[in-house]
């Protein structure tokens, strides 16, 4: 800011223009005199806002990594969330339902926390401490993993690697297969694949035009081909990523078409990465893990998690199976590689968490968990009855706690959003997995009873 004085001009101001100067009430004994007073000159400061310097951020000579530049928005589900935060600012007094993240709402078991609890208290106690241990996971876990989930089928103990999380260990084993790979995916399907394919560099640019990335291998699943791929007209990839029963469809692959895909890997000297984290949900004779398809072990890895049956979303704990029969082109095996990966990169989950595991798999722990997995298969039949009454098109449900309703010639978005504004409920829109869910919206069973039957209610008056 500068200073500009400028000066006023002077005048002459005579005192007997003043009647203040002489009052003619007042009787003083003097004669009449015009008196002269000369004005001050007065400096008057102009105010001028100077440009204020733009101040220029330090900067290091580091390239960012171009491939996260490559990713389109944020990821799918904290954008979610932040629709739903400025929602509930602008509708302050609104009571929010969620069905849109998959997180679960109800309580652990008791038998569970309790183990949770006293392994806690334990490491209070000179002979309960205990600090690091082994990367792959403690011994009575995995071999409670390996008895209660794939007895008969060949896997062992030392085939299972515990982790903090199914999604934790998918980029790990990105970071096994390196960026010169190959990759199919599910479409629709849970964006953490194609996300992690992009940060390590697998793929190409983001093509607008069909919503889709470069050097991608989209395995389109539709209603008509009964959510499984038409195999036929997949090109050959390095890894395959599927999961079933399917996030975000609902739908379960059958033993003959997981037998169709096994034999395709093997066609093709390719690697499965199957996700088996809602495998407890399924109500059909349908395999439960890969490893129930002869020749699987060849050509498979197998990732799951604790998180949707249990309850430990919070708690965080999963695993991956990666048979000893699964090698390389240059026969060296892939276990060995995830476990270089596994002991450079992660300590091991918590000990805390491994002893939650542990309890889940006990007798009393694993019917615990089954009838927290029966409240919400039970929420999945309200809001597949909701929807199919209203006359929707509804797929999934029976066999994950997901429920994929299709709305014919909408965005996903402007569905999400139409019924965010107008009923106050959270979903998931269906594009948020891929360009194969344009048109549908995912809404999830995971909630309190009273909520589900609101929020249904709440559908039900919107589109009825």
């Not at 038998?111 to 401490?129: D, F, H, M, P």
């Not at 195999?231 to 990523?241: C, G, K, N, Q």
């Not at 797929?395 to 014919?408: D, H, R, T």
């Not at 594009?431 to 709440?458: D, M, Q, T, W």
Request: proline content about 5%.
């Amino acid at each position: 800011m500068s200073l500009a004085p400028q000066s006023i001009s002077t005048s002459m101001i005579s005192s007997s223009s003043s009647a203040f100067l002489s009052p003619s009430n007042l009787n003083f004994n003097s004669r009449r005199q015009n008196a002269w007073v000369q004005a001050k000159r007065i400096s008057v400061c102009k105010c001028v806002a100077a440009p204020q310097e733009e101040k220029i951020a330090y900067k290091t000579k580091v390239s960012r990594n171009g491939n996260l530049g490559k990713l389109q928005a944020g990821y799918l589900f904290p954008e979610i969330a932040r629709r739903k935060a400025a929602h509930m600012l602008k509708y302050p007094d609104a009571e929010v339902i969620s069905l849109g993240i998959g997180d679960t709402t109800e309580p652990i078991p008791e038998v569970i926390t309790s183990a949770l609890a006293k392994r806690s208290y334990a490491l209070s106690t000179q002979e309960g401490y205990s600090g690091y241990g082994a990367e792959q996971g403690e011994k009575p876990l995995r071999a409670a993993i390996a008895s209660t989930f794939y007895k008969d089928l060949g896997i062992e103990e030392g085939d299972i690697f515990v982790s903090d999380g199914a999604k934790c260990d998918i980029s790990r084993l990105q970071i096994v297969f390196g960026s010169n790979v190959t990759m199919a995916v599910q479409d629709p399907s849970y964006p953490a694949y194609v996300d992690s394919s992009v940060i390590m560099g697998q793929t190409g640019e983001f093509q607008k035009d069909v919503e889709k990335y470069g050097k991608i291998e989209y395995m389109r699943c539709t209603a008509e081909n009964g959510f499984f791929p038409d195999l036929s007209t997949v090109a050959r990839t390095d890894i395959i990523f599927f999961c079933s029963p399917n996030n975000p469809t609902g739908a379960a692959a059958t033993r003959e078409q997981l037998t169709r895909l096994v034999q395709f890997a093997k066609d093709n000297g390719s690697i499965i990465v199957y996700d088996s984290a809602y495998a407890l949900y399924m109500s059909d004779d349908n395999p439960r893990s890969i490893f129930e398809i002869p020749g699987a072990k060849e050509v498979a890895i197998e990732t799951s998690s604790f998180s949707k049956y249990a309850g430990f979303t919070g708690v965080r704990l999963g695993w991956t199976v990666i048979p000893k029969e699964l090698l390389f082109s240059d026969g060296f095996p892939v276990a060995k590689d995830f476990n270089r990966i596994v002991c450079t990169c992660f300590n091991g989950a918590s000990n805390i968490s491994q002893a939650g595991g542990l309890a889940c798999l006990s007798p009393e722990g694993f019917k615990a968990v089954h009838e927290v997995i029966g409240f919400y298969k039970e929420n999945t039949d309200i809001i597949v009855e909701t929807f199919n009454s209203l006359g929707f098109k509804v797929y999934g449900g029976k066999n994950a706690p997901y429920v994929w309703v299709q709305f014919p010639g909408r965005s996903s978005w402007d569905v999400f959003s139409e019924i965010l504004e107008k009923t106050h409920v959270v979903t998931t829109p269906g594009s948020g997995f891929g360009p194969g869910g344009e048109g549908f919206i995912r809404v999830s069973a995971f909630g309190h009873r009273g909520n589900v039957l609101e929020a249904c209610k709440r559908f039900k008056h919107l589109y009825k």
